[in-house]
């Protein structure tokens, strides 16, 4: 079998995810394709999905601006889509299309990779910061592994509160001043990112060494808030593997296969360090 997987999105141009389904491809002994199918915002978007149902694909991926536009167009969905609301992977199979959501059992993958010890403190207090789609998916990624104590900090607190009950919602000043009580501290905002590296979303000092202090901004790798957490001798997961570990389950989705990661992260860093 011949596998023809894509992704459609727009831009997506310099999109990283051809290369890392074509490591999967080859790790896993399977032959295929993927490619980048780009829909322009401004174009039928009607036609363009009837285009890519002719196109017989195998599964593809959907990155921005179409991850709940795709919705309309699926014939099903599962448990992951329909609590987060939008769908990054769809599932081409007799005839049928499938959105799954796996942004957050990635992420989870990616942390539990990292750090296997994680395992056993899932009833450590965990800080999300932001309440975008990011924040979504990751919330409900630890909510299906077992994490209970969630709390969600953002500056529009209103955001958080459509996402979890309001009794787990606090302000970024809140997060700030009673951040020695979180084991985990992730943070999904944009903050951070080229080429606003020099900000961070609120100050870490008074983190302890046991701290998990995650960022999913990966440009760059080593954000001023993940330094910050190094020099206080917390543990830092960096943001590109959650970035791996989505794909890895897309991947197993469409294949039934689990590919290899070794090695992958450190090929993944020095792409995006060119
Ligand atoms: P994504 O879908 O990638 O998570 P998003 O939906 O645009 O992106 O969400 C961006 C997140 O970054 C939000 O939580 C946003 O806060 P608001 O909900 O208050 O807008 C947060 N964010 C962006 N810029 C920020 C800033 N300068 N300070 C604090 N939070 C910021």
Not at 47 to 76: C, H, W
Not at 122 to 134: C, H, P, R, W
Not at 182 to 203: E, L, N, R, Y
Not at 227 to 239: M, R, Y
Request: aromatic share 8%.
């Amino acid at each position: 079998m011949v596998y023809q997987f894509g992704l459609i999105g727009y831009p997506i141009k310099h999109s990283l995810s051809p290369w890392i389904h074509k490591q999967f491809l080859t790790r896993s002994g399977l032959t295929g394709d993927y490619s980048i199918i780009e829909i322009d915002p401004n174009s039928n978007i009607s036609e363009s999905i009837t285009a890519l149902r002719k196109m017989e694909l195998d599964g593809f991926n959907i990155t921005v601006p179409y991850k709940q536009t795709i919705i309309d167009y699926l014939d099903d969905l599962d448990e992951s889509a329909l609590q987060i609301g939008a769908v990054n992977t769809v599932l081409c199979k007799n005839n049928r299309w499938i959105g799954y959501n796996t942004d957050g059992i990635g992420y989870v993958r990616s942390l539990e990779r990292k750090y296997p010890e994680i395992m056993n403190r899932k009833t450590d207090s965990v800080l999300i910061l932001g309440a975008g789609g990011a924040c979504k998916g990751i919330y409900h990624g630890l909510l299906a592994n077992g994490y209970r104590h969630i709390t969600l900090a953002n500056r529009t607190k209103q955001k958080a509160e459509a996402i979890a009950n309001a009794e787990n919602v606090i302000t970024l000043e809140e997060a700030q001043q009673n951040i020695t009580k979180f084991g985990i501290i992730i943070q999904t905002t944009s903050v951070g990112m080229k080429p606003h590296q020099a900000d961070a979303v609120i100050d870490l000092y008074g983190i302890n060494r046991d701290t998990i202090v995650s960022d999913i901004v990966y440009q760059p790798l080593m954000t001023t808030f993940l330094n910050q957490a190094k020099q206080l001798g917390a543990k830092v997961h960096l943001g590109h593997t959650m970035l791996l570990y989505q794909a890895q389950y897309a991947f197993e989705i469409w294949t039934n296969e689990q590919s290899d990661m070794t090695g992958l992260d450190q090929q993944l860093q020095m792409q995006l360090e060119g």
